[in-house]
Each structure stands twice: as C-alpha cells, then as structure tokens.
C-alpha cells in the first residue's frame, strides 16, 4: 500500500476582501508533505505563510483548489468539520496572536 501524503495541496488560492478590494494572496499552491516530514516555511512579512497555516489547520476556509490533510479534504467543509480539524494540528509560529 503506497503511503498517503499527511498535507497534500493542489492548485490552492486564496484572496482577501471583496468586490474592487479583492485581493488575491496566494497563487497556485502546490504543496506535499509525507509522514514524518519537517517542514520550515521562510519567507518576508506578507508573503503568506500564516494565510496557509491557517488554512492547513482549518481556521480559515479554503476558497479555491484542494487542500487535504490527514486524508481529508477542507474544501467545501463545514465549520464543524474545521474546528475537528484543529484537534490533529499543531502549528509553531512566532506571532503571539496564533
């Protein structure tokens, strides 16, 4: 049996705002990480890091692509299947508001 991805990403975007506001932040993710795997994410203020964590953990809802962690797929899910999401996820960062 081949071994399942623990976050698999595909064509992910997302935006903020609405209307003339819109803004899109990120474009076209792609993203696999296997069993195991530690990954460190870099990058310069406003670049999106903690726009795709909170997506991976589910506390923001996927709006465009597939995100799927843990076999299960976050877009199109509830909110109550987000907030059961958050029970199998821990994220480190450096921002004292996450």
């Known amino acids: 049996m081949a071994q399942k991805h623990m ?3 595909h064509h992910l975007d997302h935006y903020f705002g609405q209307g003339q ?4 932040v990120l474009f076209d993710i ?4 296997e069993p195991g795997e530690i990954v460190f994410m ?3 203020s406003g670049s999106g890091k903690t726009t795709l964590l909170t997506l991976i953990s589910g506390l923001r809802s996927v709006q ?3 995100l799927r ?7 199109g899910a509830t909110k109550r ?13 450096t921002g004292q508001n996450l």
Do not use: C, W, Y
Not at 81 to 89: A, D, G, P, S, T
């Open 7 to 9: 976050i698999e990403i």
């Open 21 to 24: 506001l819109k803004t899109q």
């Open 30 to 33: 792609h993203l696999a990480i």
């Open 42 to 44: 870099t990058g310069p």
């Open 64 to 66: 465009s692509g597939s």
């Open 69 to 75: 962690v843990l076999d299960q797929e976050l877009f």
């Open 81 to 93: 299947e987000q907030v059961m999401r958050l029970k199998n996820i821990a994220i480190v960062t």
